[in-house]
């Protein structure tokens, strides 16, 4: 792996990564004007939609790779547990908890990561990461029980949640890790995107009796916002940075996941961390900190 493509892999997964994140801020600024999750999830979909069958039609024979059928049903597995199941269960906790704290969960999804390599893809896991992995966890349990004092019983709800969409996300990176070769970062990317979509309109018309043309028109913006900057630019950058830098170290580097997320959830959102959840974010930071430290490009 040249240097140059390492280091570039990095920059656009960093901001992939902090796109991301402020996904989870519109979406609480979205639930200030009364919509319920998955109407704001149908509106993310809806907008992002046309951009993807744009760009899937475009990259249509791009890749001459040969894909067999059980290439074409693990994407559409991929697309319906890495995007639509991941945003529902995210969009579902965050009516519960606040941003930062879904933020500090879900960047559990780096060292599941790693697990479900070791487990699937046998990929040894290192002295250093199995000590990043125990400090992101004990991050997470400090930061996560003291919003239980603090908020009630129905923060475990809101955790349990954003937990199982880490669970599905972390899934999906592992997947695209080896199906991307195969159909190209763009397409891969444009296809499970296109999946994900079909299958939260699918839900939406199945469970939800909301009229989608009586919401604000803030709601519209924030749709049209997420959908645009949360989605669908930074879905193709994480793409294109697991590609260059694979699954495991993307994972890595996700961590300026929660910080921006908690910048971002203070001037916004007017959100404050106790000084026990601090504690808990440094923690984990400092374990991803730790693996990114020991981790060296090969040249």
């Known amino acids: 792996m040249k ?9 656009i997964g960093v901001l992939g990564v902090v796109l991301f994140s402020s996904k989870a801020v519109m979406v609480k600024i979205a639930y200030q ?41 693990w994407l559409v597995f991929f697309g319906v547990v890495g995007y639509y199941l991941a945003s529902y269960f995210d969009f579902v906790g965050l009516v519960y908890i606040k941003a930062s ?19 699937f893809l046998k990929q040894r896991i290192t002295t250093p990461q199995l000590i990043a992995i125990a400090l992101t966890y004990l ?16 923060t475990i709800i809101g955790g349990v949640l954003i937990l199982l969409s880490a669970l599905t996300y972390a899934s999906y990176l592992v997947g695209s890790g080896w199906l991307i070769p195969k159909f190209g970062v763009v397409q891969f990317t444009a296809y499970a ?3 994900s979509c079909i299958s939260v309109f699918a ?15 803030e709601v519209y913006v924030l749709g049209f916002l997420i959908a645009v ?11 294109a940075s697991i590609k260059m830098i694979s699954s495991s170290n993307y994972a890595i580097i996700a961590g300026v996941g929660p910080i921006s997320t908690i910048i971002l959830a203070t001037i916004f959102l007017e959100e404050r961390l106790t000084f026990i959840q601090l504690i808990g974010a440094l923690v984990v930071i400092s374990g991803i900190a ?3 430290l020991k981790k060296s490009p090969k040249l």
């Open 3 to 11: 240097k140059k493509q390492f280091w570039l892999g990095i920059v």
């Open 33 to 73: 004007y009364h919509v319920d999750a998955i109407s704001i999830l149908l509106l993310r979909m809806l907008f992002s939609f046309p951009f993807y069958i744009v760009i899937a039609y475009l990259y249509r024979n791009k890749s001459k790779t040969q894909k067999t059928t059980k290439d074409w049903l």
């Open 101 to 119: 704290l879904e933020r500090i969960i879900l960047f559990l999804y780096p060292t599941i990561v790693l697990i479900l390599n070791k487990l």
């Open 139 to 154: 991050g997470i349990v400090i930061a996560f029980w003291d919003e239980v004092n603090v908020s009630g019983e129905g």
């Open 193 to 195: 995107m296109l999946v």
């Open 203 to 217: 839900h939406y018309s199945i469970t939800n009796q909301v009229n989608l043309f009586n919401f604000s028109f």
């Open 229 to 239: 900057f949360a989605t669908v630019i930074p879905s193709f950058l994480v793409s």
């Open 290 to 292: 730790f693996i990114s």
